[in-house]
């Protein structure tokens, strides 16, 4: 039996699920670092010193439901904690998105930024960083409306935090004076690095210092284990949601534009070449060519079939009945071995031998209902009987039936 596949094609097929089965394993084991976005700056997708992407991998690492978000990221956060790692408010619009971003989520944790980066084009890894000026992060703490005389203290050296049970390990920290924060960790002057704030019913918790969080302070076990702190306070069992619209990366949701980036794009690839041999195998012409039957079938079905056709389309059943009886009766009479006789004397000899063996069936009547037969039913029903009459005739009647 020929398949529906020749040897080659056979092959091909085997091959392309071969390798998307492979790729699909690939995925699962280095997705992330395929999708990641290049950069190396203070976002979520950086793995420079002061890039955000340590604190995503360590949140992820401890289970704690964590997304980076490129649209209605505080609608995503309503029910967790929105982070807002340094944004960059340079401009009234940036300002007003920042202000929605604080009014659409319940708990939102700010962090200042601080620094920024120099670095060669299309690298991962910044060449130096260098201290972003007091003036952009006060453009931040004026869109939180942290009071009019807030402002930011750079100390020196080692941090002088006031004690506590769990202390971030800065150096050359970034603190806020001044301001309407609430005192949650200070140093001895007041300046706060840790503060929270009423906003519009939003609850604002603002770190003043990015060091504490970003991949190079989280190269200290104090700092991390301060931040998984501070966010499972905040977060209330909630997802911890990571904006990152402020950056530059807001997206409007697309479905199609999802399902055809990397890496879904593969995937999208696999099913359309699956929707491709589904078609391919639903056309009439895959695989090999049928072969044709033959004009005339073998076998003695097609002849009887082709015979009873023709007898029928003729309108010659009638005749077709009174040959079979005829034959019938010669058959019987050639076993019964009955002497020569002419047809009416014939008959009267095989009524007597049925008499004699009890047969039901009527010669006579079977011979009057075949000459008056005008149906095709009737036929077959007739050609039956003479059939069971010779059974009779030949084998004796069975009394069981």
Known sequence: MTGPLSRTALIAVIGVVGVSLATAAALTVFGDELGSKASAGVDAYSVSAIGHRGLVRLLEKLDVPVVVSRTDSGARAEHGLLIIAEPVVNDAASRDRLSSLLVAARRVLVVLPKWYGSVERGQRWIADANLLPEHDVGEVLEALALGEHAEIHRTVGPSTLAPGSLRPVLRDAQLVAGSELSDIIADHNGDRLLGRIDHLGTQVTVLSDPDVLNNFGL???????????????????????????????????????????????????????????????????????????????????????????????????????????????????????????????????????????????????????????????????????????????????????
């Open 219 to 401: 190269r200290h076990a104090e700092n991390a284990r301060f931040v998984v702190k501070l966010i499972d306070g905040l977060r209330d069992a909630g997802p911890v949601v990571i904006d990152e619209t402020m950056h530059g990366y807001a997206q409007t949701p697309s479905l199609v534009r999802t399902l055809f980036e990397f890496p879904l794009v593969l995937a999208s690839l696999q099913v359309l070449f699956c929707a491709v041999l589904v078609v391919w195998a639903a056309m009439v012409r895959f695989g090999p060519r049928r072969a044709a039957p033959p004009p005339i079938a073998p076998g003695k079905d097609f002849l009887i079939r082709n015979t009873a056709a023709l007898l029928h389309y003729g309108g010659h059943h009638g005749h077709a009945l009174r040959r079979y009886l005829a034959l019938t009766v010669a058959a019987v009479r050639h076993a019964l071995h009955a002497p020569a006789l002419a047809p009416t004397a014939l008959t009267a000899w095989l009524e007597r031998v049925r008499g004699v063996r009890g047969g039901r069936i009527s010669l006579v009547e079977l011979e009057r209902a075949v000459d008056t037969a005008d149906s095709p039913a009737k036929v077959v029903e007739l050609a039956d009987q003479v059939y069971r009459w010779r059974m009779e005739m030949t084998h004796g009647t069975d009394d069981r039936t």
